[in-house]
């Protein structure tokens, strides 16, 4: 596979949770800087990590997509600009040092805004992953910031009616669950 069918590949991971594809375009030894604020799994090496960060997206925005506006790059690095697109239909939760941070309730808006991300490569595989992402106008759009008076009356009353610590409950157990289900070298479809 190319760096441009890698980093496509990355993305379609991303959308789709596919621990086939994921196998494929990346490395054992992956590296997301990004996994600071997601559930613990999503730091895992390799293709489980992949695959947590993506049951942890998905569980907050239904429809995710990742539009490719531009690549560039090498045999050892590519940057892609892009969108990330979706609607919030599930809880988006934070993280900060493995602990809830932050837990918007479902919305039901539309996010549309524009990261730029570095794809470290080596061997035919994505390595290292980081990004340079537009949060506060993702975050605008959500009505979190500035706060919509409503979208932050629904994040108090979820802290306090403890809404929150269970819906970071439950997405930590998702993205293990999906990070559990990583394929291994050598493994074959189905077996798992």
């Given amino acids: 596979m190319d760096t ?9 991971i991303l959308e789709t949770g596919d621990a086939a594809l994921a196998a494929e375009v990346v490395g054992e030894d992956f590296h997301n800087r990004e996994a600071a604020v997601a559930p613990a ?7 489980a990590g992949v695959l947590a960060s ?16 531009g690549i560039a790059g090498n045999d050892e690095q590519v940057w892609v600009r892009l969108r990330m697109q979706g609607r919030h239909t599930g809880p988006f939760v934070r993280f ?6 932050q837990a918007i309730p479902p919305t039901g808006r539309e996010i549309d805004f524009e990261q730029i ?14 990004a340079v992402r537009d949060d506060i106008t993702m975050l605008g759009q959500l009505g979190v910031f500035p706060p919509a008076p409503p979208t ?3 994040m108090v ?13 439950d997405i ?14 050598g493994d074959h479809a189905g077996s798992r």
Avoid: N, Y
């Fill in 172 to 185: 930590t157990a998702r993205a293990a669950e999906a990070a559990a289900g990583a394929r291994q070298p």
């Fill in 54 to 69: 993506s049951a942890w997206m998905r569980s907050a925005f239904s429809d995710l997509r990742f539009p490719v506006l």
């Fill in 157 to 169: 009353g979820w802290k306090v009616t403890g809404r929150a610590a269970r819906a970071a409950a």
């Fill in 117 to 130: 991300h570095v794809l470290d490569l080596r061997d035919g595989k994505v390595v290292g992953h980081e």
């Fill in 4 to 12: 441009t069918g890698l980093a496509h590949g990355l993305f379609r």
């Fill in 96 to 101: 900060r040092d493995g602990a809830l941070d």
């Fill in 41 to 47: 799994a999503c730091s895992i090496p390799g293709p």
């Fill in 152 to 154: 932050a009356l629904r």
